[in-house]
């Protein structure tokens, strides 16, 4: 018994160890690419264009939408997320929400489904309108992004050092649906990660600024 919970950790901790290398490529290699491309306020706005299509082309394949409703929710969303003034974005929302299960019925298609859809078009075009705003500032794009990659980073080895230490606290069932992976754990990970990330990020720029590695034109 012994010899088996000493191998589950030993496997534990080869999996905890596994993504060391990739995230310090992440850092070494993909920042300071990411870094000269965000320094383009094009390419900024690129960026979040394209993390846009992607999510909601992810979406529809969660859902199970048909490929041609899929592309059509595709183009709605990203029309909506460009539409800059509050009023008619409102508008364009509503009537998109009530208008794609129209389009979209069939004595097939369950309220399930249309409850996912709904729910894409108020979780997607919403949160990415702002995400596009702060994409015309670059310290605001690299401060936002830092935190994400650290929340999740946070949350990654602290559910692994969970299950390697085999803390196993019990799990709520929203976090169960959330994604039945998800631990108490990541959870607290993620959230540490990220707090501690937004709370260092005026000493970050004041090294950055103080190295002078802030781009002029991102200024």
């Known amino acids: 018994m012994a010899l088996g ?3 589950n950790n030993d496997d534990n901790l080869r999996t905890l160890l596994s993504d060391v290398p990739r995230r310090l490529l992440t ?6 690419i990411l870094w000269c491309l965000w320094s383009i306020s094009s390419t900024r706005q690129l960026f979040f ?6 999510i909601c082309w992810e979406w529809g394949v969660l859902t199970k939408m048909k490929s041609s409703s ?7 969303s990203v029309a909506l997320t460009n539409i800059q003034d509050s009023g008619p974005f409102t508008i364009a929302l509503l009537f998109c929400t009530a208008l794609f299960p129209m389009i979209n019925s069939s ?3 369950s309220p399930t489904a249309i409850l996912s859809w ?5 979780l997607i075009p919403t949160p990415f309108r702002a995400w596009l705003d702060v994409s015309q500032d670059f310290h605001a794009t690299v401060s936002l992004l830092l935190t994400v990659w650290n929340a999740d980073t946070g949350a990654l080895f602290f559910g ?3 299950s390697l230490a085999q803390t196993n606290l019990p799990r709520p069932h929203w976090l169960r649906a959330v994604s039945p992976s998800k631990s108490v754990e990541g959870l607290i990970g993620g959230l540490v990660g990220g707090t501690l990330t937004y709370w260092a990020l005026p000493w970050f720029w004041a090294f950055i ?8 034109s991102a200024m």
């Open 5 to 7: 919970s000493k191998n």
């Open 27 to 32: 850092i070494c290699v993909g920042v300071p």
């Open 49 to 54: 264009q394209g993390t846009n299509v992607a």
């Open 70 to 76: 899929r592309i059509l929710f595709l183009l709605l």
């Open 107 to 109: 004595d097939r298609i």
């Open 118 to 122: 709904t729910a894409g078009f108020l």
């Open 160 to 162: 692994r050092l969970g």
């Open 209 to 216: 600024f103080g190295c002078g590695l802030s781009p002029v």
